[in-house]
């Protein structure tokens, strides 16, 4: 199985720069999660790689060689669609079958009378039946193989669009947003299945999403793209641990990241509140730094820390929110408690203490710091 | 290359299509043209002599402005009828609804063709022969208008028509506020229809009409083909391009609502 | 249900119920009785003869044909207008400049006056003057007397109907094919489809409820078709353009057989009848079957 190299792709629509010099690589047999908000051009990324459109810049090549100029059915790729794009006039069975017949049948093999006069192609129409329905078991979808579309749930369908995709072993698996349409319960155990399809059939996999739990928890590595710029691209632990960039450590944050802006003091040290941070990092004093903690790096109640009241209070089941308002400065922070941590009273003040070894500091251009372990000291 | 030939092939179809207007024109607007297409003149000039004579003919003008007011006043009775019967079918409390719903909708299936000797007589017998009234009245009873501005009215949402209805509006008053400017325009794709339809209608006005008081333009071509013999083909053509000139013209502004039109048409 | 709230509503209705009443069934009914009766303008009052009148028209020379006619020209007329139309919403289906403009000459035809552009028709088949004939003659054959023929007459007119009425059949297969989604030809392209799958496949399917609608108004309308032969052939020649409608304008105002024509009236009514009853039978039940 080849790999898919991206290079330098930009994408232009009269003055709008909907991809800017995108460059990524997809090795054999991982699962790639395009991620980010609307409008950011994954989509667009994944109907250049379809060659659905083509690139204003830059190239796309798989497994050495170019696709530019190559039409979308000679790629050998499949795609499943947000809306699924079945074929509405054709059964379930026969909306599967067609990749396979277009491919494997002559022209006059395919017409819907001669087929059945034609003698010659009859051992390769029961190859393609059989494949069929081997799919349809995979996807648990044999009781509706004979029905139409229109008499399809949405899960059944996106299963149909699934097997449609994966009976023809293609060389990529292009999906684009597939379970946006289903409902919460669903969208999770078709999660899973997709996972442990892709690892069956170990097919090179590159998924749109918006949504960052379906990225991270699906993905073997997410590609972070905001306004047409490719952002990151880890795995997701890295990618959540250490954000490239405020805009990354921003949308991967629920329900948010808190910010504090910080100035660099004399000799290299952060002041946080009534804290003095001693940072080990080649920044001259003087620069604006930002500093981003993620909710659940945030203590409450310990003996020392910054000063916040709590304003409100967000009960979820396995864990809470606790809405607080900084005594200095004024600026509003999260903080997240496990379940069985004890919620703070409303009004209640207390002291915030940050794990710092969890803290990110981005520059005045929003690219990480990279920084070595910040202890804190008080400062009286 | 296969696009280029497809477009060369489109253009000559096309071309085709619109023949039989470029000789139209040609014809109308030239002293010879009809010659230089058959090749037996070399050169042919503009000219308005066929249009002038025509429009000095009398007789033309009485012929257009009947048309005029027969399309005219057909829409206007249509809608006058029409649009307040589909608002009261869709909207607002009737008694005997189904029945009268049913019956636009059986009329749907009537061509009008079937009705035309009954009403023939029946016009003779109220003395209205010869009369634009006469050639204006049937077509009042549309029930594809009827049918049509119910649609419209349908997508009309309740609520809107609950709070006109708490403060105050009348029934009226929501046809004339509400209503109206949401069926703008299907009423003027229906306008488009209906205008040419009855700009168009031989049938009828050749039952009705006698004399050339209250001939339409359709029969005062037809009149002029069959009394003007010979082979001048100017003022004939004259003639039939002042006939579609209003069309084509309607046509070129209206050209949205008049598809949207022809799709309620075909849907119907 | 009051009276008073109840109003308004009759009111608003009342002038259609009873222009539908006035102008619509009571001449209906008005054909009814008279397909049956034997009035034929006489002073007389009409008296009931059963099927006389029906037995007549299949008995006469002159009317005999008119059946046969009127099914071979909706036929031409029927299919030549929707693989015409079909074929130019295929063509022009892109948005582009060019496809726009050509839609609206496409539709010309079917916005112009009718009368006028069947004399201009009329002129250009002339077999003497029309630019036809110097075709012909171009190319050393003998000009066809296109109108004038009984073989020629009627498919000339179905031609005619044709280039009137193909734009119609194309706007509505156009929005058929506009309600096809993007994503399906897409798909279908990436399956592997060339253009001939891609219109098996998704095009065509989505076509054929709309070929249903184009056809039944494409055939009501050949069978209305009332100006054509008046126009340009008048029934003739021999009566081989005698079409339904013709001949019940015929036998009204030209042979004042008011019966005759009746009864030629209610044939075309059930003849209509029996096609828009089957559209919505078939139509509904295919609409439910899918």
Redesign the interface.
């Given at each position: 199985m080849p790999d898919l190299a991206i290079r330098g792709v930009s994408k232009q629509f009269g003055r709008a720069r909907i991809l800017d010099d995108v460059t990524l690589d997809v090795v054999d047999g991982e699962f790639l999660a395009l991620l980010g908000p609307s409008g950011c051009g994954k989509t667009t990324l994944l109907r250049i790689v379809a060659g659905l459109e083509e690139p204003s810049g830059g190239e796309v090549r798989l497994g050495g060689t170019s696709l530019m100029g190559v039409p979308p059915r000679e790629r050998n790729l499949a795609m499943v669609f947000q809306s699924y794009a079945l074929y509405p006039a054709l059964t379930a069975r026969r909306n599967i079958a067609v990749p396979l017949e277009l491919r494997r049948l002559p022209f006059l093999g395919r017409l819907p009378l001669l087929r059945r006069l034609l003698p010659g192609p009859s051992g390769r129409r029961r190859e393609i039946e059989a494949e069929v329905a081997a799919m349809a078991a995979l996807l648990h979808i044999e009781p509706h193989l004979d029905r139409r579309p229109a008499q399809l749930s949405g899960g059944q369908r996106q299963r149909v669009a699934l097997a449609r995709a994966m009976v023809r072993q293609p060389l990529l698996f292009l999906m684009d947003e597939p379970l946006s349409n289903l409902d919460a319960a669903l969208r999770g155990a078709m999660r899973i299945e997709i996972v442990r399809l892709q690892r069956r059939l170990g097919v090179t996999c590159l998924y749109v999403t918006h949504d960052h739990a379906e990225a991270l928890g699906m993905a073997d590595r997410v590609a972070v793209l905001a306004e047409g710029r490719l952002q990151q691209v880890a795995p997701p632990a890295e990618l959540y641990e250490h954000p490239a960039n405020l805009f990354v450590a921003r949308f991967l944050a629920r329900p948010r990241l808190n910010e504090f802006p910080l100035h660099v003091a004399e000799g290299g040290v952060l002041r946080f509140g009534a804290h003095r941070l001693p940072l080990i990092a080649d920044i001259a004093p003087g620069a604006t730094l930002t500093l981003g903690l993620r909710a659940e790096d945030l203590a409450l109640g310990g003996p020392e820390g910054p000063a916040a009241t709590v304003e409100h209070l967000e009960h979820h089941g396995p864990e809470s929110l606790v809405h607080l308002r900084l005594e200095e400065g004024g600026a509003e922070i999260v903080a997240r408690l496990a379940r069985g941590e004890s919620m703070p009273p409303r009004g209640a003040r207390l002291h915030v203490s940050p794990d710092w070894s969890r803290a990110h500091l981005f520059d005045a251009a929003g690219q990480a710091v990279a920084t070595r372990r910040i202890a804190a000291e008080a400062v009286a | 290359m296969a696009g280029t030939l497809?477009?060369i092939a489109?253009?000559l179809l096309?071309g085709l299509?619109?023949?039989?207007?470029m000789?139209?024109l040609t014809?109308a607007l030239t002293d010879s043209g009809?010659m230089l297409?058959?090749?037996g003149a070399s050169q042919a000039e503009l000219t308005l002599t066929h249009l002038g004579h025509v429009l000095r003919d009398g007789a033309y003008l009485t012929y257009f402005i009947n048309s005029s007011i027969v399309a005219g006043g057909t829409l206007l009775g249509q809608l006058?009828?029409?649009v307040?019967?589909g608002?009261?079918?869709a909207r607002?409390?009737?008694?005997g609804?189904g029945l009268?719903f049913a019956?636009?909708l059986a009329?749907?299936?009537?061509?009008h063709?079937?009705?035309?000797?009954?009403?023939?007589?029946?016009m003779s017998s109220l003395g209205l022969m010869d009369t634009l009234v006469a050639l204006i009245?049937?077509s009042?009873?549309s029930?594809f208008a009827?049918f049509l501005f119910r649609q419209v009215f349908l997508t009309l949402p309740q609520d809107l028509l609950d709070a006109a209805a708490i403060d105050g509006i009348?029934?009226?008053g929501m046809?004339t506020r509400i209503g109206l400017p949401v069926a703008a325009s299907a009423i003027a794709a229906f306008a488009v229809i209906s205008l040419?339809a009855h700009?168009?209608d031989?049938?009828w006005p050749?039952?009705v009409s006698q004399t050339e008081a209250s001939r339409t333009?359709?029969l005062g071509?037809?009149n002029y083909?069959n009394e003007e013999s010979g082979?001048d083909?100017g003022p004939?053509?004259a003639?039939?391009?002042l006939?579609?000139a209003p069309?084509?013209i309607m046509?070129?502004a209206l050209?949205r609502h008049?598809?949207r039109g022809?799709?309620f048409?075909?849907?119907k | 249900m009051s009276t008073r709230a109840a109003f308004p509503g009759l009111l608003m209705a009342l002038p259609a119920a009873l222009a539908l009443l006035a102008l619509l069934y009571l001449p209906f009914f008005g054909t009814v009785l008279l397909a049956f009766s034997d009035w034929s303008f006489t002073p007389a009052p009409p008296r009931f003869v059963g099927l006389a009148n029906f037995e007549r028209i299949l008995a006469e020379g002159r009317l005999q044909g008119t059946l046969g006619n009127t099914l071979l020209f909706a036929l031409m007329a029927v299919c030549g207008t929707l693989l015409t139309g079909l074929c130019a919403a295929l063509a022009l289906e892109r948005r582009t400049v060019l496809n726009g403009l050509l839609r609206s000459v496409a539709l010309l035809p079917l916005m112009s006056a009718s009368v006028a552009m069947l004399l201009v028709w009329e002129m250009m088949l002339n077999p003497i003057v029309g630019p036809g004939a110097t075709l012909f003659a171009l190319f050393g054959g003998t000009p066809l007397h296109w109108l004038g023929e009984p073989r020629l007459a009627l498919p000339t007119l179905a031609v005619i109907f044709v280039w009137q009425n193909f734009g119609l059949a194309m706007v509505l297969f156009l929005a058929g094919l506009a309600g096809t989604e993007a994503q399906i030809r897409e798909a279908v392209r990436i399956d592997g489809a060339g253009w001939a799958d891609e219109l098996r496949i998704v095009r065509l399917p989505a076509l054929a409820p709309i070929a249903l609608f184009v056809f039944v108004v494409a055939l009501i309308r050949a069978l209305q078709a009332f100006d054509l032969v008046a126009v340009l052939t008048r029934g003739g020649p021999d009566g081989a353009s005698r079409t339904l409608i013709y001949a019940i304008f015929e036998e009204a105002f030209r042979y004042f057989r008011a019966d005759v024509a009746a009864a030629l009236s209610l044939v075309f009514f059930c003849l209509v009848a029996a096609i828009v009853l089957t559209k919505v039978l078939v139509l509904d039940r295919a609409m439910r079957g899918s």
């Open positions: - | 497809a477009t489109k253009l096309l299509v619109a023949l039989p207007f000789v139209m014809v009809l297409l058959l090749g006058l009828v029409s307040p019967a608002f009261a079918l607002l409390r009737l008694p609804r009268f019956a636009v009329a749907l299936v009537v061509p063709e079937v009705l035309a000797l009954p009403l023939f007589v029946g009245l049937p009042i009873a029930p009827i009348g029934s009226f046809l040419s700009w168009n031989l049938l050749l039952i333009v359709p071509l037809i083909r082979d083909y004939l053509m003639a039939c391009l006939m579609v069309l084509l046509f070129l050209q008049f598809v022809l799709t048409l075909g849907l | -």
